[in-house]
């Protein structure tokens, strides 16, 4: 029902920015949350991000808080992660995620339709 496709990652130097895309296609988004998680090799898959469709409404951890920023734009069925001041422990691959019956943000399972990740790897 959902097609994600991310795209934005790449190599990048510790302290700098970047910003991922998710393109999304499906009839409606209008009761979905997106999220963004990332698992890095011999790590659990974690949560980064998450915002509602409808209302925008974001959720963030503190590892990323103030730092990072998800946003969407509903015209283009997109939504994006703004990340800054990237540290090396954010190198992992990043993951687009939607889901209708999300009751916890942070947790992976609650999402139903995956992207197929883009790299994202902080040199130091």
């Known amino acids: 029902q959902v097609q994600l496709v991310e795209s934005g990652g790449g190599v990048v130097q510790a302290g700098s920015s970047l910003r991922l895309s998710c393109a999304a296609s499906a009839r409606t988004l209008s009761n979905y949350v997106m999220g963004w998680f990332r698992q890095a090799p011999g790590k659990e898959r974690e949560f980064v991000a998450a915002i509602t469709w409808t209302g925008g409404r974001t959720y963030l951890p503190s590892s990323v808080k103030g730092r990072f920023i998800i946003s969407r734009d509903n015209a283009k069925n997109t939504v994006y992660l703004q990340m800054n001041s990237l540290k090396p422990d954010d190198t992992a691959v990043y993951y687009c995620?939607?889901?209708?019956?999300?009751?916890?943000?942070?947790?992976?399972?609650?999402?139903?339709?995956w992207g197929q990740g883009t790299q994202v790897t902080v040199s130091s």
């Open positions: 995620a939607a889901g209708d019956r999300v009751w916890n943000t942070a947790n992976p399972t609650n999402y139903n339709y």
